[in-house]
């Protein structure tokens, strides 16, 4: 199979050429719609050292069966609506957290767009899970 690809990029090489440019430019898109991704560790280090704030976008239900220590509770569609109440936070970094790092990079953008310092947790709570991070219910 790999050689039927081998044979088909080399004999159509602008059209394999303009697919990886075509690729790249995707990645590149997604990569840059939210701001700032963030590991867990580099979450971790921002909110021990008080230069930011966690706000968990996940509804309120799954924010009762789990979430991050210190987190704020602001569901995704009420995110933009309820800006007011972190304009206390301004000077710091809002870190967005959603269930698998889908939607928070949207909401970042809408964030950036509106003067706050936005980022988000890449992968989501379930990246936290999966470094065996604790959870406060």
Do not use: C
């Amino acid at each position: 199979m790999v050689d039927h690809l081998i044979a088909f990029a080399t004999a159509h090489y602008l059209l394999a050429g303009a697919f990886v440019i075509l690729l790249a430019l995707l990645i590149a898109h997604e990569l840059s719609r939210g701001g700032r991704s963030l590991s867990t560790s580099e979450l971790t280090a921002l909110v021990n050292k008080d230069e930011a704030v966690v706000v968990d976008i996940r509804p309120a239900k799954d924010f009762a069966a789990g979430h991050i220590v210190g987190a704020l509770n602001i569901p995704q569609d009420k995110l933009i609506a309820r800006l007011a109440e972190l304009e206390k936070y301004k000077a710091k970094t809002i870190i967005l957290v959603d269930a698998q790092g889908q939607h928070a990079g949207t909401h970042a953008r809408e964030m950036l767009k509106t003067g706050f310092i936005a980022a988000k947790l890449s992968g989501g709570i379930s990246s936290w899970r999966g470094d065996n991070l604790p959870l406060v219910k």
